[in-house]
């Protein structure tokens, strides 16, 4: 079986703002893309223009109608990925060592050439954030996109996760969860960032910001109600021969 690493210097993740996040799956086609192009085997789809298409993909985003204590209901949008868990049990559950945790940045990655797609790990994994890509036989996960963050090819404002660059509402953050002093840490203390399932143990490194309580729709005031009031009782001239002739169809 695999060995986690007793400690890593850094722990690169996610935050993930659900108050912010609109459900528009930009991310999800955005990782689709980079990651069918760059690291690893692509991603396939099987049959996927017919009846029951079916794919493989490292991010989804699940949308869920929350009915808080008090107030109106409200639609959250989910986004869910591989956590890149500090006790990962997708990996001390390979029998391969094709599932790792890097020490250098606490990234969990599956080395595709020793994965004989047992699918131990998927199964381990209390988030459901493993697949098994049907085409090449192999587990596929959320890999951060190493192949970008660490490239000097790229243009500084690009070297994030595909997801985090793509976002339009500005909903996912990347950086070093280790680092007390970074955004993304100040960002999850000061919006009380929560652990996914922590009673779960796997001590998870991405954090999820929690939805920002709705101001309530009787404190809110229409500022178009009095242009939206009718202007007259009764019509009249053309208007009131229009509504007798109307009512005689």
């Given at each position: ?55 493989t ?51 969990v ?9 047992c699918?131990?790990?998927a ?10 890509d ?6 596929k ?57 922590p ?28 242009l ?13 021969w ?8």
């Amino acid at each position: 079986m695999t060995q986690l690493p007793q400690s890593t210097d850094r722990k690169m993740g996610l935050v993930i703002d659900l108050d912010t996040c609109v459900g528009c799956h930009a991310c999800v086609i955005s990782c689709k893309g980079w990651n069918t192009e760059n690291y690893g085997a692509p991603l396939s789809d099987q049959n996927p223009y017919g009846a029951d298409p079916s794919g493989t993909f490292l991010n989804r985003v699940h949308s869920y109608e929350v009915q808080p204590p008090e107030g109106h209901a409200q639609l959250i949008h989910f986004p869910k990925s591989c956590l890149h868990c500090e006790d990962a049990p997708c990996v001390t559950v390979c029998p391969t060592g094709a599932s790792y945790k890097r020490s250098e940045d606490g990234i969990v990655l599956v080395n595709e050439s020793d994965c004989i797609g047992c699918g131990l790990c998927a199964w381990a994994c209390p988030y459901g954030a493993r697949e098994l890509d049907l085409a090449e036989g192999v587990m596929k996960k959320c890999t951060l996109c190493v192949d970008r963050i660490y490239n000097d090819n790229l243009p500084e404002v690009d070297r994030v996760p595909s997801c985090v660059r793509t976002c339009p509402a500005g909903a996912r953050h990347f950086g070093d969860l280790g680092d007390p002093d970074s955004a993304v840490s100040q960002l999850v203390a000061e919006r009380g960032g929560m652990d996914l399932m922590p009673e779960m143990g796997t001590k998870p490194v991405n954090k999820y910001l929690p939805p920002r309580p709705k101001d309530r729709i009787e404190d809110q005031i229409d500022i178009l109600a009095p242009l939206l009031a009718p202007v007259a009782e009764e019509p009249k001239g053309f208007i009131a021969w229009l509504d007798k002739a109307l009512e005689k169809l």
